[in-house]
């Protein structure tokens, strides 16, 4: 029986990691945060650029939401660490980690440089792994579980000349199963969304021709152009109540695009 409407959201703790995006524009990290708030959540938007944490704390409270803001290279371990102590000491437990940080790749192996293909290794995957070391602790110690949500994307199953892109968002999927399978026990269920392409400020704001963006939507199998917002709402599903029973999974949220033979962009 359908027992409750709750998403059980109301109260709790959540940290986004990689909750900016530049200017007004709404990226999966900036949807989450600003949607979970919504739910009544008290967030904590993390950002390598303060700025664009701070906006979208801007947003949060002109929605009458609950949300701080925080600069962090989150490839270093101590400011992983800082973040999360932060979080603790605000609001005195956390519930939600959103692992959102990513950047693009756009070559072949031939063509990608050793120095770029570090870089993206170390963004894509460290924050995930330092973030989800000190969060998972905080969130035993907060005594009710906990949900970490890991942002991964369809170029992990279906690669498309982003090499060292898809490489690492491979890697995210493992990592999230592995996670799920060595914490289930502490209550902390552990997912990973793969979006397919969705037009936020990292694929707009190096330039995209209108044809690329038709392209882009209409690979998808109901031509729809995904957002941010597509994606904020899959984190929040999954961090409620409502997924209580689902950890481990791997959530394509892409419009179809997966299943089209239409070229994506
Ligand atoms: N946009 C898409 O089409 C798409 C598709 C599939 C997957 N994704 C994934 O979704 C996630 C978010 O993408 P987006 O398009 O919203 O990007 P975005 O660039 O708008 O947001 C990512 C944020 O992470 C921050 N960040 C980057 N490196 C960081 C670091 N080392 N420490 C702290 N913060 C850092 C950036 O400043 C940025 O504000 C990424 O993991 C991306 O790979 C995006």
């Not at 101590?78 to 959103?98: F, Y």
């Not at 990592?175 to 026990?185: E, I, K, N, T």
């Not at 392409?197 to 995904?226: C, F, K």
Request: glycine residues 12%.
């Amino acid at each position: 029986m359908f027992d409750s409407l709750d998403l059980g959201l109301k109260g709790k703790v959540a940290i986004v990691a990689g909750g900016g995006a530049v200017g007004n524009g709404i990226g999966n990290g900036r949807a989450a945060s600003i949607l979970l708030a919504d739910a009544g959540v008290n967030v904590l938007v993390v950002d390598k650029e303060e700025v664009l944490a701070n906006k979208t704390v801007e947003m949060i409270e002109a929605r009458g939401g609950t949300a701080i803001s925080v600069g962090a290279e989150l490839t270093k371990s101590s400011e992983c660490e800082k973040v999360v102590n932060l979080a603790i000491s605000k609001w005195g437990r956390l519930d939600i980690l959103d692992n959102n940080v990513g950047i693009g790749s756009k070559l072949s192996v031939v063509d990608e440089t050793e120095e770029h293909w570090d870089r993206v290794m170390d963004i894509n995957l460290k924050p995930m792994f330092l973030m989800s070391k000190y969060a998972i602790p905080a969130m035993i110690d907060s005594g009710d579980g906990g949900s970490i949500v890991n942002i991964s994307s369809i170029s992990a199953t279906r690669p498309k000349g982003l090499t060292v892109y898809s490489t690492s968002k491979g890697a995210v999927l493992s990592l999230s199963q592995a996670m799920a399978v060595d914490h289930g026990a502490d209550g902390i269920r552990v997912n990973c969304i793969l979006p397919g392409p969705v037009y936020t400020p990292m694929v707009y704001t190096p330039g995209m021709s209108d044809e690329h963006r038709s392209q882009r939507q209409n690979a998808s199998l109901v031509q729809i152009e995904g957002e941010g917002w597509d994606i904020g709402k899959a984190v929040v599903y999954l961090s409620s109540n409502w997924a209580r029973y689902v950890t481990g999974h791997l959530m394509v949220v892409d419009g179809g695009c997966s299943l089209s033979a239409k070229p994506r962009g």
